[in-house]
Each structure stands twice: as C-alpha cells, then as structure tokens.
C-alpha cells in the first residue's frame, strides 16, 4: 500500500524557517513526480511546488525564491525546506504524487503556523 506521511510543522515566527519531509513507502518517488500542497481550513488545497522525476521545479508564485522543494531518494523522502515565512504561509501542508495517469494518494498532512 501507498503511504504518504508528512512531518516537520510547527509554529514558527514569521520571518523563520521550517523543513517538512514527506516519507514515502509503496511509491518509489525516484521515478514519479511530487509535489506539495497547502490547505487554510474551510479553503482549497493549493499547489506549492513540484519536482520532477528529472528534477526540475516549479513554485508558486506566492512562495517562489523562498521555498525549495527537494528529494533525498536513498530515503525516499521528499523535501519543502521553507525559508522567510510569513502569516499566509499558514496551512495544512501535504505532499502527493503528480498525476498523468493512475492513482494519486495523499498524506494526513503537517500544520504550519507562523505568528506574526
């Protein structure tokens, strides 16, 4: 089975610094694209940022030059090390594999609180 687990929130001061990971097992994120999300209670789920299964990223705009997404796959682990945070970084972050075809999963998601 495909599971997705994020780690690494917390409540942080603005202007501060956080790195999430999301451990993956059952998927081999080497070979599949990921990205991350972010979700405010009662909101959408956002796109953040994604990685290529070549390594090539893409951020949005909201957060470009300040967050980097990454991948240590002797860990299978993908990485959102975030950097200058302010108060709308505040969200539920989740990570998942990019889809073109076939299942896409989800992990339960890491609070990010940043105080003003």
């Known amino acids: 089975q495909v599971q997705l687990v994020e780690s690494g929130g917390g409540l942080v001061q603005a202007g501060g610094s956080l790195r999430l990971s999301c451990a993956a097992s059952?998927?081999?994120?080497?070979?599949?694209?990921m990205a991350w999300y972010r979700q405010v209670l009662g909101k959408q789920r956002d796109l953040v940022a994604t990685?290529?299964?070549?390594?090539?990223?893409n951020y949005a705009d909201s957060v470009k030059g300040r967050f980097t997404i990454s991948r240590d796959n002797a860990k299978n682990t993908v990485y959102l090390q975030m950097n200058s945070l302010k108060p709308e970084d505040t969200a539920v972050y989740y990570c998942?594999?990019?889809?073109?075809?076939?299942?896409?999963?989800w992990g339960q998601g890491t609070q990010v609180t940043v105080s003003a």
């Open positions: 059952g998927i081999f994120i080497r070979f599949t694209s």
């Open positions: 990685i290529g299964s070549a390594g090539s990223t």
């Open positions: 998942t594999n990019v889809v073109s075809a076939g299942r896409q999963y």
